[in-house]
C-alpha cells in the first residue's frame, strides 16, 4: 500500500514535469491577438517564506466572458492555475479582466507558474520566496549556531531552476526527486569543472545528512552545457531508510556549474541553488 501511494505521487510528479517540458517546444497555445498583455505580479510584491501569497493575473481577455474562477494545484516547487469562467455567450470585444489566486504560506525556493485555460498554457512564469529578514537585513529564520542551507540561485531570473518532490514519504519508502534547468527567454550555456551537472542533498537540522554523488564518479573533464526554454530534467530516488528516521528534511538540488558562458568569457558565480522541505513519516 506504502509502494503505491509513493508511486502514485511520483507519476503525478513525473506528469507535471513533462508537461513543463512540453510547455517549451509548443511556445503559447493563445497567439496576442487571442489573449493579450497577460501578466503575473504577487501579493506581497517579494514574498518571505511561511508568508501568505497571492497571485494577481491580469490582461486583455479576446472577449467579455472573462475568467471569475480557478483550480490550483500544487506539487513542490510547480503551481498550475486553472481558469474558468462562468459565461459562455458574452461581446466578443476585448475585455480587461484580473483575477486573484490564493497560494498561502510557502516556503523559500523559485516556484514556476502556469496558467492555463480550456487546457491551452497561455502564461508560464516563476517568482521567487526568499528567507524572513529583519530591520538590519539579518536573516532571523535560522539560528545563529545552525549552518545555512544555500537555497539561491543567482542566475534567476534568466535561469530559472525548479525542485520537486512528494511532500510526505514513509520511512525506508522511495523517494522520487527532480530538478528542472530552464530559460525564460534565450538559451544561456554554463560552464563545468567534470562530468557532474547537478547534486542532491539532504539536510536535517542544517546538518547534511545524504548526499547523492557521495557514490558517484564523474569524468575529470571540463564541459559545457546550454540550457533552452525546453527544459532539462534530472530525475534520482532517494531511499529514505539511509535518512537518520522521521522528520521534517530539506532537500537541495543543485546546478554544479562554474558559471556562465558569453562568447570567451567565464562569469564566475560558482552554483545554482534549490530546496523545498519534505517530511518523512513513521513507516
Known sequence: MVEEEVSAAMRKLLAVLLGLLVFGTMGLAFDAEQVEEIS???????????????L????????????????????????????????????????????????GELSRGTYMVTVSYEGETILQDSFQVTEHVDDNNNFWDIPPTE???????????????????????????????????????????????TGQRYDFAVYKDGDEVWRWSDDQAFIMALGEETYTMDGTLYFERINTGELPGPGTYTLQGTLTTQGRVEGDTLHEEGPAYVCVEFVVEEG
Request: a negative charge; glycine letters at 2%.
Open 40 to 54: 503575473m505580479e504577487t501579493i506581497p510584491p517579494t514574498p518571505v517564506e511561511d508568508e501568505e501569497v497571492t
Open 56 to 103: 494577481v493575473l491580469s490582461g486583455v481577455w479576446p472577449d467579455a466572458c472573462v475568467p471569475t474562477s480557478y483550480t490550483l494545484i500544487r506539487l513542490g516547487s510547480f503551481i498550475t492555475v486553472r481558469l474558468a469562467t462562468r459565461d459562455t455567450d458574452c461581446d466578443p470585444e476585448p475585455t480587461p479582466w484580473e483575477l486573484e489566486a490564493s497560494l
Open 147 to 193: 549552518p545555512a542551507i544555500d537555497c539561491e540561485n543567482p542566475y534567476f531570473p534568466p535561469l530559472v531552476v525548479l525542485l520537486s518532490t512528494v511532500d510526505e514519504v514513509p520511512w525506508g519508502a522511495s523517494l522520487p526527486v527532480a530538478m528542472v534547468v530552464t530559460t525564460t527567454a534565450a538559451d544561456h550555456t554554463f560552464a563545468f569543472n
